[in-house]
């Protein structure tokens, strides 16, 4: 260890610096510290799975409150379930980070519309935009619907709307999109299985 | 009434002793490099449970984001290519506070109570206490600690003291999907490295070794690395650390001389000075130990 | 996966070729690092990059992107000329033993019965068995017969030697020989060998080759079936193996039924075509019960206007009249044929290839529905956002509606994992502002056009009217109810076949599993494959008991895995012909004298005695796996190494005198997307893309957190290269393919090597995909701006992973 005279004597001012604190008597109870408290005590745990890759992993959702009628939760934290015997707990940098997804800046709150030409969004009630989706899709139906082909094979079919499904939703949305779908007569429909 | 939820071992710049009556479980984190796969899980599992978030920033060239620690990142991946023999290699390191047993940066700091030793081995900033004088950052062996512009106080990895005061693991360790952190006892975690070891050896690492540096007292956060022999290859991870001269002096012989020769004027001076934020001396003195630790 | 997720630890050997499971799937990825960690296993990484999989693999060996039939070739070609093979089990339960149509020929990269004009094959007459008098496919058990598939795959392989792989992948030769003898040493019954891929090999003209390749070499290996083994399709999203198993795609209806197309002009023809007859004597032919699940899927969906004198409602399915998938529905929508598109939590604006001609498609549409969480790029593609997305809204005459749809913690209902456990989850949170859930979407448009109908008429409205929907709430359909309809219940009493006095289910209940399932109309079963998911004793699939008796990580309680809770599937085959374990101490099914035990649900009729000579292959007429696939995959009975559209070679180096077989031959190209592939003369380097271990997709750029781990888009380039063209990490670059171009940060790295191929230097460029205008993420270029508008010419997925690029510096 090498120590020059102007190391020394700056190290000496510096350090006296510290020790006037205490000397002066300054805050002697502010030392004895707590560690921040925990933050999911009393919160309330929900048991949930990851949404994004196929391990599926089971995660503890932390809302704040009881679920009493006038505190609607708020999703305070995000955390591997111990329990799933795949993840064990662990997370990885995709699922460690739901909270930031669940509450990105991006989520959509509303319905809304862009019309033809324009360049921007339109808030519009569901009731307004449940009736204008229903009424471009019975009149592209009624327009385009195929009974028979050429051959005179019924085929049921509607063949000028497409759709792509989600692979996040659960086998119960899936399940109704598809049922809802087939009833139409849709054929050009596709997920991100085969991406 | 307890004071405190985990039994203090030693605060800074604070004279009166704390009870050393209970000694409580030394604790450790171990990082297992050879199963890491740089995946971040620890980063996002830290930022999210600490409620700490850096701004976006932009790719550099190279995996590594953010590309430093910083007040609000206190754990970051860092990456680096390794070719030996006609073998690559992607040593993927966890940067990080050490939570050494001799913690340069609670020495350094003139502060009282801004950083705290716990009896199980964590070390601890309390913000509240701070003068963001930046002593912690020079008196680092690992340069870890970093002061916040916002509010200009000092902060690092707490080794997630609120977790383990209620007996549960640090975000990164529960978090890390290939169990590459492990938590748990101190004595554990070496146990449990040596089966690590041996496990390397077999595979061809003649050199694989813990690294519980003994230059500061060992650490409670260890490394498993497949090449103990040169921690440098793991982006630089110092050899043989030490706690800087520097700040053994000040700690040891140099205070008492210091007080006795300047005297209370100096001493208001310097109390107005060290408040009002990042002081200039501390700068200088950085840059004479990184001199000095050069040569 | 053929397994599932906690069985990677059983595995000895852990080859991951065409995968990056330490990125994509890291809390799966976990037990592979665990058998390493308590079976010593080792890991083989084979990829274009030096992945963060390969930073903890054994071995590491680079490959061509697009060559991964070479290199499989050679692996069998290996097994097969050393004899390395598990003997038993090869001649048993794979068709090695079956006589092939002695018309069968393979010349000069093109199979027999190869038409030139139309790129297809045809009826493939002579990929057939031979069949005997007793009308069941013939064989030889001593597989020396030359037209036996045995001898007919030692020949086809016989070309694949160690010199033509590395000739084709690039890969040392050394790398793969000692990959070869690693992953031979698991032909031994004792040791396994799991086989870990995802879209790295699916992304391909000749994708699902890729899969059939690593699936013979788990058969010639004999680790179909075995613990710590199988094929093991590592999938994307969390619900994309339910979302499969539900069937949103064209081709088939919920539980894979292969959905009606226009050739199927009656209920009768339709049921007759897909019920196998049996080809070898004894075998289960599974799928022969195809009449029992498809009436249950029309009685589940059309109640009691399903009857069996109208086919059970069969006019109201659709029938296909051509290509249906992501690919077709996007180029007739380009080419103006289609009005509308439901775009439901999918981007394809950045998912899918070509970026230009999704975005003009989307222009031509009248009206778009977007149901997302999020504001997604695809519904803003008439927007313009700068240099990222350069277009005029005033002359975009698409209407689009956003409709925002709640997220994973906002919702209950279950999904079902890679490993086909189906699992629970229950709603922790609302919605923010006025979002709903999908079903409840859904429902609103249903009802909606259900009452429009009713009032207005129009056509055909009657599958509208009879749709079940008997849901409490009918705009809000839980998802008890749905997971309840799925199952299926019994419409009348079920009744032993055997005994028609025993009564095994009573009207009205849940079924317990799929064996109760009837084709008389009497139960009913939105899909059959989830039939015991929620039984009489409730919702199984929010069972919650760990506990793992085996210690294989079997876990049979908690969940439910479908197919009837069996968490491997073909485990039979894990025991030899008297039912004896190949490996006791990793014991999946057992002969017991009178059924079949052990840690799992047989995948077998329990009390099929092994002298019965059942075989294990049950949903195969067979009754064993094929490793010659007959006439059933469009372009090859056994996988053929085909170049990939845009290669950086002039020929395919395995035929270089037939133009007509340098890539795939029969794989579907359009009109203009022929002439918009490049040159290797003006894009010399191959391109692949891929993710990023901090990034899902195009989904997380809209977290924060995951933006400041990765926040910009990047490209990977080798030193080699970065000097020859002055790039140093952190310069911009512009990668441009013949399609467009994106601008990144260059990461210059050792971890991409230029690969030594048929004499000539081969540079990769890495393009990561997880970036778009919309986001946290610094605003970027999507990477299918650069990437070929083909797909594989079975399943038509995009052909992502092998493309033509250039790069310079900006």
């Not at chain 1, 002066?24 to 502010?30: C, D, E, L, V």
């Not at chain 1, 745990?45 to 009628?69: A, M, Q």
């Amino acid at each position: 260890m090498k120590v020059t005279r102007r190391q020394f004597f700056k190290v000496c001012s510096a350090g006296l610096g510290g020790s006037s604190i205490a000397m002066m008597g300054f805050s002697p109870t502010a030392a004895l510290a707590e560690v921040r408290t925990f933050k999911l005590a009393r919160a309330t745990e929900t048991r949930n799975i990851c949404p994004y890759c196929s391990v599926s992993c089971g995660v503890l959702i932390y809302t704040t409150g009881d679920r009493s009628k006038n505190t609607p939760g708020e999703i305070i934290h995000i955390e591997g379930d111990p329990d799933n015997p795949v993840n064990r707990g662990t997370l990885c940098p995709k699922g460690a980070g739901l909270r930031d997804m669940v509450q990105s800046k991006d989520r959509l709150k509303w319905p809304e519309v862009r019309e033809a030409g324009s360049n921007e969004w339109k808030r519009i009630s569901w009731n307004e935009a449940i009736e204008r989706i229903a009424k471009h899709m019975k009149a592209d139906r009624d327009k385009n619907f195929v009974a028979q082909n050429k051959d005179g094979v019924t085929v049921n079919r509607w063949p000028t709307l497409g759709a792509l499904a989600s692979s996040a939703a659960s086998n119960e949305a899936g399940y109704l999109t598809v049922k809802f779908l087939r009833a139409l007569g849709v054929t050009q429909l596709d997920t991100q299985a085969r991406i | 009434m307890a004071l405190q939820s985990l039994d203090i071992k030693q605060r800074s710049a604070t004279t009166t002793p704390s009870p050393q009556a209970r000694q409580t479980v030394e604790i450790a984190k171990l990082i297992d490099v050879s199963a890491c796969i740089g995946c971040k899980a620890c980063q996002v599992a830290c930022m999210e449970w600490n409620d700490v978030r850096d701004e976006v920033g932009s790719c550099a060239g190279v995996y590594d984001n953010p590309m430093d620690l910083t007040e609000n990142s206190w754990t970051v991946m860092r990456y680096s290519e390794v070719e030996q023999n006609g073998k690559l290699e992607w040593l993927i390191r966890k940067d990080g506070c050490m939570h050494c047993t001799d913690p340069g940066c609670l020495k350094a700091c003139p502060a009282p109570g801004a950083i705290i030793q716990y009896s199980n081995g964590i070390v601890d900033f309390h913000q509240e206490n701070c003068i963001g004088c930046g002593y912690c950052v020079t008196g680092c062996p690992f340069n870890v600690p970093r002061i916040s512009k916002k509010d200009n106080k000092a902060y690092k990895c707490t080794l997630c003291s609120d977790r383990v005061a209620v007996n549960q693991a640090p975000a990164c360790a529960k978090a890390c999907p290939t169990g590459a952190i492990q938590f748990g006892s101190k004595e554990d975690m070496k146990d449990y490295a040596a089966t690590r070891v041996a496990d390397l050896k077999e595979r061809g690492y003649d050199k694989a070794g813990l690294y519980d540096p003994q230059g500061v007292g060992g650490t409670h956060v260890m490394y498993v690395l497949h090449h103990a022999d040169k921690p440098a290859l793991y982006s630089n991870l110092p050899e043989n650390p030490g706690v800087s001269p520097m700040v053994s002096l000040w700690k040891g012989a140099a205070k008492p001389i210091a007080a006795a020769a300047l005297g209370l004027v100096a001493l208001s001076s310097l109390f107005h000075y060290v408040m009002k934020g990042p002081n200039e001396v501390s700068k200088e003195i950085e840059k004479e130990v990184e001199k000095e630790d050069a040569q | 996966m053929t397994n599932h997720w906690v069985d990677l630890k059983n595995a000895d050997v852990v080859w991951v070729m065409g995968g990056n499971p330490a990125e994509a799937h890291p809390c799966g990825f976990k037990w592979v690092i665990e058998a390493k960690k308590q079976r010593k296993a080792k890991l083989i990484v084979v990829d274009p990059r030096f992945n963060r999989t390969a930073a903890v693999a054994d071995i590491y060996a680079p490959i061509r992107p697009g060559t991964n039939i070479a290199f499989f070739g050679g692996v069998i070609n290996y097994l097969l000329s050393k004899d390395k093979i598990h003997h038993e089990y090869v001649k048993h339960y794979t068709n090695a033993a079956f006589l092939i149509d002695p018309g069968y020929g393979f010349a000069d990269g093109i199979f027999s019965g190869y038409d030139e004009a139309k790129r297809s094959y045809g009826s493939k007459d002579t990929w057939k068995y031979q069949m005997g008098a007793d009308g069941f496919a013939k064989i030889d058990e001593t597989l020396q017969d030359p037209n036996c598939v045995f001898q007919l795959m030692k020949q086809h392989y016989a070309r694949y030697t160690p010199e033509m792989v590395s000739k084709v992948c690039g890969t040392p030769q050394d790398a793969f020989l000692k990959i070869c003898e690693l992953v031979a040493s698991t032909a031994a019954a004792n040791r396994t060998l799991s086989y870990l891929y995802a879209l790295g090999l699916t992304e391909h003209s000749n994708g699902s080759q890729n899969i059939r390749c690593a699936a013979m070499i788990q058969l010639l290996l004999g680790n179909m079936g075995m613990a710590g083994g199988g094929i093991n399709a590592l999938r994307g999203h969390a619900n994309v193996q339910g979302i499969t198993d539900m069937c949103l795609y064209a081709q088939v209806l919920p539980g894979y039924l292969s959905a009606p197309t226009d050739a199927d002009k009656d209920h009768e023809t339709y049921l007759g075509k897909r019920t196998p007859k049996t080809l070898r004597p004894n075998q289960m032919n599974f799928p022969q019960n195809f009449p029992k699940w498809f009436t249950s899927l029309a009685k589940a969906w059309y109640g009691n206007a399903a009857t069996k004198d109208n086919g059970f409602a069969y006019d109201y399915f659709p029938k296909l009249g051509g290509a249906s998938d992501a690919l077709s529905i996007f180029n007739d929508m380009y080419l103006g044929k289609m009005q509308g598109f439901i775009c439901q939590g999918f981007n394809p604006l950045a998912s899918l290839p070509n970026k230009k001609k999704v975005g003009d498609a989307l222009a031509k549409l009248k009206y778009m529905v977007v149901i997302d969480p999020l504001a997604t790029d695809t519904s803003e593609f008439w927007k313009p956002h700068g240099e990222f997305n350069e277009v005029d809204p005033t002359k975009i005459e698409t209407e689009v509606f956003r409709l925002p749809a709640n997220l994973f913690a906002e919702t209950a209902g279950s999904i079902t994992n890679s490993g086909r456990v189906v699992l629970w989850r229950w709603k922790a949170a609302e919605g923010p502002g006025e979002s709903k859930d999908d079903t409840e979407i859904i429902a609103a448009l249903f009802l909606r056009l259900k009452a429009m109908y009713a009032a207005e008429g129009g056509a055909f409205p009657e599958p509208l009217r009879d749709l079940t929907w008997t849901y409490t709430q009918p705009a809000k359909p839980s998802p008890e109810e749905l997971l309840k309809e799925i199952n299926g219940k019994a419409l009348a009493d079920v009744v032993d076949p055997k005994d028609p006095t025993k009564v095994l289910v009573k009207a009205g209940e849940q079924l317990p599993g799929f064996a109760m399932l009837r084709d008389d109309g009497s139960t009913s079963c939105g899909n059959w494959i989830y039939c015991g998911t929620w039984s009489q004793a409730g919702n199984n699939t929010a069972r919650r008991d760990n506990s793992d008796p085996s210690g294989l990580g079997q876990t049979l309680n908690w969940g439910f895995a479908w197919p009837a809770n069996r968490r491997i599937i073909y485990n039979r085959a894990s025991a030899d012909l008297q039912g004896k374990p190949w490996d006791p101490s990793r014991t999946l099914m057992k002969w017991t004298g009178t059924v079949w035990g052990g840690n799992d649900v047989p995948d077998m009729r329990p009390n099929a005695a092994p002298e019965e000579g059942v075989m294990p292959f049950i949903m195969a007429p067979e009754g064993v796996a094929r490793l010659f696939s007959r006439e059933l995959m469009t372009d090859a009975p056994f996988p053929e190494h085909y170049e990939p559209f845009e290669s950086p070679l002039d020929a395919n180096p395995m035929h270089p005198g037939n133009a007509r077989a340098k890539s795939n031959p029969v794989a579907r190209v359009y009109k203009g997307d022929m002439e918009a592939f490049g040159a290797s003369k003006d894009f010399p380097y191959v391109g692949t893309t891929y993710r990023l271990t901090e990034h899902f997709h195009y989904w997380t750029k809209f977290s924060k957190i995951n933006a400041i781990v990765q926040p910009e888009q990047f490209v990977e380039i080798g030193e080699e290269l970065a000097k020859e063209k002055g790039i140093k990490a952190g310069d911009k670059v512009k990668v441009r393919s013949n399609r467009g171009f994106v601008k990144a940060v260059a990461v210059v790295t050792k971890r991409i090597k230029a690969l030594d191929v048929d004499g000539r230097k081969v540079h990769t460029i890495g393009i990561p995909i997880h970036f778009g205008f919309k986001g946290a993420t610094k605003p970027g270029f999507m990477s299918n701006t650069l990437t070929p508008f083909v797909g594989d010419a079975n399943t038509q997925t995009p052909e992502f992973k092998a493309f033509l690029v250039n790069i310079e510096k900006i």
